[in-house]
């Protein structure tokens, strides 16, 4: 693996979908990927927590892999709860960029251009969801691990 980007944010994989949650702090982040974790896992779609707080994304020679520095990995904040410990998975390829933001800043019908975003060299899929919304986000996003599941894509 190449020298990795340490970034802000969260990252779970659903199915085999590893996706990155960024935001500002307090956007719900951790929200976000602790309900997509349960209601994955609630239709039997495996689900993990890769990192809170902190990822790291690497190249590799299959793509982009998604990982928790090792003293955060297993562990997620709990906004009014606190850290807590959470089954992990070490790595997870990168397939979904999400961008926490507010509603006014997110288009109803984004153009293409919008809808990816290239990091280390590799084209990745973003999407904008709102900030503090971790219900809908995580419907959102169960949604498309399970149409990738379906399509093998």
């Known amino acids: 693996m190449s020298e990795g980007l340490n970034v802000h944010g969260s990252a779970v994989l659903v199915g ?35 990192g809170d707080d902190r990822v790291v994304i690497e190249a590799t020679s299959t793509g982009l892999v998604l990982s928790a520095p090792d003293v955060l990995r297993g562990l997620i904040e709990i906004s009014g709860v606190g850290i807590v410990p959470e089954p992990a998975t070490p790595a997870a390829p990168l397939s979904l960029v999400v961008d926490l933001c507010e509603l006014d800043a997110i288009d109803r019908m984004p153009e293409a251009s919008d809808e990816e975003e290239t990091i280390l060299g590799a084209v990745i899929r973003r999407v904008r969801l709102p900030a503090r919304s971790a219900a809908f986000g995580a419907d959102v996003l169960v949604s498309l691990a399970l149409a990738d599941a379906r399509t093998g894509g």
């Open 16 to 50: 085999r979908m590893g996706i990155l949650v960024r935001g500002p702090a307090r956007s719900g982040k951790s929200a976000l990927c602790l309900s997509a974790i349960r209601r994955a896992a609630s239709l039997g779609l495996e689900s993990w927590l890769v």
